[in-house]
């Protein structure tokens, strides 16, 4: 579960240039929002070094219903190699039949 949570946050730090695309919002707008000189966030986006606490204010900032479902369909295209397993061994697995 551990990798899981963290595959997800890489894939959301590496998508985080598009999500901001996405969300409509300008660059200095942003930036402004989350108390951060324009130029130093122009850099962090262009290299995607965000610290955790910059991830989670941007994503206060921007989220919207486009930035869900682009993100959404990222974590779905990054996971499509995953293993699964059939409802039927799901519901042996949990002790449900």
Known sequence: ???????NYKTLVET???LIKISGYRNDYI???????AANFSQKKQRG?????EVQ?????????EVEDYLL?????AS????????????KRMGWS
Do not use: C, P, Y
Not at 31 to 37: F, G, L, Q, T
Not at 73 to 77: G, N, P
Not at 80 to 91: C, D, H, L, P, Q
């Open 1 to 7: 579960m551990a990798q899981k949570i963290v595959h």
């Open 16 to 18: 985080l240039g598009e």
């Open 31 to 37: 930036a402004k929002k989350i108390d951060m000189k």
């Open 49 to 53: 070094n965000w610290s955790a606490d």
């Open 57 to 65: 204010k941007i994503m206060d900032v921007i989220d919207n219903e």
């Open 73 to 77: 369909l990222q974590l779905m295209r």
């Open 80 to 91: 499509k190699n995953e293993e699964t397993i059939s409802s039927e061994e799901f519901k």
